[in-house]
Each structure stands twice: as structure tokens, then as C-alpha cells.
């Protein structure tokens, strides 16, 4: 079955109000302060937690 009638720009619209992107959640790295994803390594420093810590490329060579 087709529709009978088309849907307005309004009504589309009202049906796509929650479709936006929202931007990411960012906290202070502890260790440096650039921002980075919660729970997630820092990608400048490492810093996982107090006891964890990764090696950065500029680390590596």
C-alpha cells in the first residue's frame, strides 16, 4: 500500500527532533589536562589510572 498523502516538512521534521548527533563526553586527563574520553587512555600521556599506564609513540622512539 502507498501513502494517500504526503507528509508535510513539519511533521517530518517533528519525527526527526531526536536524531541530532551529540557531541562526546570529555574529562580533564589528571595527569597532563588535555581532554580525553572517560575511561579511556590519554592519547598524549598514557595515563590510564594511578597503577596503568601505556606507552605513547613518542615513548616507543
Do not use: D, F
Request: a positive charge; one cysteine or more.
Amino acid at each position: 500500500m502507498l501513502p494517500v498523502r504526503k507528509t508535510s516538512k513539519a511533521r517530518r521534521n517533528k519525527r526527526r527532533a531526536h536524531h541530532a548527533l551529540c557531541s562526546p563526553n570529555l574529562v580533564a586527563c589528571p595527569k597532563c589536562g588535555i581532554a580525553k574520553r572517560p575511561h579511556a587512555a590519554c592519547e598524549n600521556c598514557g595515563y590510564v589510572s594511578s597503577t596503568v599506564a601505556l606507552a605513547t609513540k613518542e615513548q616507543e622512539s
